[in-house]
């Protein structure tokens, strides 16, 4: 025998190793389900009709009880949602701050992008007014005013 494999080897004539099959062992066989060792009672019922059935009668299959559950008690409850109702405040406070900063940037930058288009305005009206110098004077103590319109 071949110890690597422990199968039966054999040599032919000319030296080549040859394998020979080897048999299964036979498959153990299943218990036989018990066998009902008496014949139970046939019942018959006759029909309105006057007919007769015959037959075996069959109990229903009980079904298997529900294991009972230990009971909870409405304190351990209350505790619970109690956890689950702080942790979804503490969510809901944790977006809001978030919202809140978020917010918060955004109003900052616009202040900031309005003052610096503010300053702009102002320094272009300044350096433009510093250079058209040819407008007209006009002396207000000197003038009058009729239903709103300006005369000189």
């Known amino acids: 025998m071949n110890e690597?494999?422990?199968?039966?080897?054999a040599f032919d004539a000319a030296g080549v190793e040859v394998h020979r099959p080897v048999p299964l062992a036979p498959a153990p066989t299943?218990?036989?389900?018990?066998?009902?060792?008496?014949?139970?009672?046939?019942?018959?019922?006759?029909?309105?009709?006057?007919?007769?059935?015959?037959g075996y009668a069959v109990t229903p299959a009980q079904p298997e009880p529900v294991a009972t559950k230990p009971p909870i008690s409405r304190a351990a409850v209350n505790i619970a949602l109690g956890?689950?109702?702080?942790?979804?405040?503490?969510?809901?406070?944790?977006?809001?701050?978030?919202?809140?900063?978020?917010?918060?940037?955004?109003?900052?930058?616009?202040?900031?992008?309005?003052?610096?288009l503010f300053g702009g305005w102002v320094t272009v009206q300044v350096l433009s007014a510093?250079?058209?110098?040819?407008?007209?004077?006009?002396?207000?103590?000197?003038?009058?005013?009729?239903?709103?319109?300006?005369?000189g």
Not at 4 to 9: E, I, K, L, Y
Not at 88 to 115: D, R, W
Request: hydrophobic share 50%; charged share 10%; proline share 6%.
């Open 4 to 9: 690597s494999t422990h199968r039966p080897v």
């Open 30 to 54: 299943a218990p036989l389900a018990p066998i009902q060792q008496g014949v139970p009672s046939v019942a018959s019922v006759v029909l309105p009709d006057g007919r007769v059935v015959t």
């Open 83 to 116: 956890g689950v109702g702080f942790l979804a405040v503490c969510g809901g406070l944790f977006l809001l701050t978030a919202f809140i900063t978020a917010l918060t940037a955004l109003v900052t930058q616009l202040v900031i992008l309005a003052a610096v």
């Open 130 to 151: 510093r250079r058209h110098r040819s407008g007209t004077t006009v002396n207000i103590r000197k003038a009058t005013f009729k239903r709103n319109h300006f005369h």
